[in-house]
């Protein structure tokens, strides 16, 4: 077994979602021994401007960081670029821009899954912050699938992001928990088959298991897409 392709890692949105996806890759790496790992560099960044901010127009646009430390990446040898943040992929074409390796989209990854583990009537619920919803990622992307998709309400789209900035804090406890799990049930009892976690601080607390609908983890598709891709598989 041999991977040569090298991935580099805008990361640090926030730091551990940035260490939970590269946990994620290893796991899903079929590896025997430390050589058939995965090649990873990351770029550790939580100085990058907030993300929430900018798309308020309150705030520093992150696009200008985000470019740099790709192309920092790619002259320290990336073959492939990946970013374990839903949101900064609202800048995804200032990364491109400043890079002549693939960038692989968290959004696509998420919205390939969503859509192989639904039916063409089955409602989508999109779990998501207030400036990635703003951005309008994912409603696009499920849009183009012929989807139909639940939302969260204004004071939803607050209260998690309430919760999210408390899991940037540390904060998992079994009270976090429960309280973001009942934020996911109102788009499960509004229809939603389907549930997209479109925050990769929120596969921190949440898995399937929790759920009597599909779950799908950003931050865990991701990681699939990365070691397909790095290995040749796809």
């Known amino acids: 077994m041999k991977a040569d392709k090298v991935v580099g890692i805008i990361g640090g949105m926030g730091p551990a979602a940035t260490v939970d996806f590269m946990a994620r890759v290893m796991d899903r790496t079929p590896a025997e021994n430390d050589q058939q790992h995965l090649r990873m560099l990351v770029e550790h960044n939580p ?115 309430s919760l999210v900035e408390r899991i940037k804090g540390g904060d998992l406890s079994s009270e976090l928990v429960t309280a973001v799990r009942e934020e996911a049930n109102r788009l499960v009892t509004r229809g939603a088959k389907v549930l997209i976690a479109a925050c990769t601080e929120l596969p921190l607390v949440l898995d399937e298991s929790m759920f009597n609908v599909a779950f799908i983890s950003s931050t865990d598709e991701l990681a699939k897409k990365t070691v397909a891709l790095a290995m040749g598989c796809e």
């Open 47 to 161: 100085r990058i401007p907030s993300r929430q901010k900018a798309m308020r127009g309150e705030g520093e646009s992150p696009g200008p960081t985000l470019a740099a430390m790709a192309r920092r990446l790619e002259i320290a040898g990336a073959n492939l670029l990946v970013m374990p943040c839903n949101l900064a992929h609202a800048w995804q074409a200032d990364i491109e821009a400043a890079s002549s390796v693939p960038f692989i989209s968290i959004i696509d990854a998420s919205v390939e899954s969503a859509l192989s583990r639904s039916s063409n009537d089955s409602a989508i619920g999109l779990m998501t912050t207030p400036g990635c919803f703003t951005a309008g990622l994912y409603q696009q992307a499920l849009a183009d699938g012929g989807r139909p998709v639940i939302t969260q309400t204004a004071d939803e789209l607050a209260a998690l992001m």
